[in-house]
């Protein structure tokens, strides 16, 4: 078995992650459209600062420099590794959540395999259900292994279950995971997300 698994890894094979599965559920015609429109909306994943953001600016760029430092096992390439950061950073911060709490996902999600498919399967690094693209999308299921398109798809449906459990992160993440009202989920997540906080972070 380890040596069909080595062999899949060695020829790019997706391997099975450990996500469970969002439950696909009605959508109210006013959510599925603004739910579109948030995926929809086109935007560059490098975040820009105005000339008076210089300590906004400084915060991000200590930011990147220290995830990159943690990341560096996982993601070698020193370009992909900083593309896929700024990536998070901005999709994090346009969904209105912790670029930690989106690292601590993407690690239990997918262990940060951009190709990973879960056995319900879900897609990338954030593990969404191809459903989803019917949903609020054009219906391309493979384009959930596009960095930016999982990653906003994901930041997107996380914020969305966040406003349906009024704010409750534990519920959000157990919807997102399909299992909701157990604690093994959100734990795990949350016990991932103080692996990427800066010092000082709580």
């Not at 997918?110 to 989803?132: D, N, T």
């Amino acid at each position: 078995m380890k040596r069909r698994l080595l062999l899949l890894s060695l020829l790019g094979a997706p391997l099975a992650a450990r996500a469970g599965a969002q439950v696909e559920e009605p959508l109210a015609d006013s959510i599925r459209s603004a739910l579109g429109a948030a995926i929809a909306q086109s935007a560059p994943p490098r975040p820009r600062f105005e000339s008076d953001q210089v300590e906004a600016r400084m915060a991000y760029l200590r930011w990147l420099g220290a995830m990159s430092e943690r990341l560096k096992k996982r993601k070698t390439e020193t370009q992909i590794r900083i593309e896929f950061l700024e990536a998070v950073w901005y999709e994090s911060k346009r969904a209105g959540l912790e670029p930690s709490l989106v690292l601590g996902l993407i690690q239990v999600e997918s262990g940060f395999r951009k190709y990973a498919i879960s056995v319900a399967g879900a897609r990338g690094y954030m593990q969404v259900m191809p459903f989803w693209t019917r949903a609020i999308g054009d219906g391309d299921a493979s384009r959930l292994f596009h960095m930016q398109t999982n990653l906003r798809f994901g930041c997107v449906i996380l914020r969305h279950y966040l406003d349906v459990e009024r704010g409750n992160l534990s519920l959000a993440l157990g919807r997102y995971n399909g299992s909701r009202g157990r604690p093994e989920y959100p734990s795990a997540v949350f016990g991932a997300r103080r692996q990427w906080l800066l010092p000082g972070e709580a």
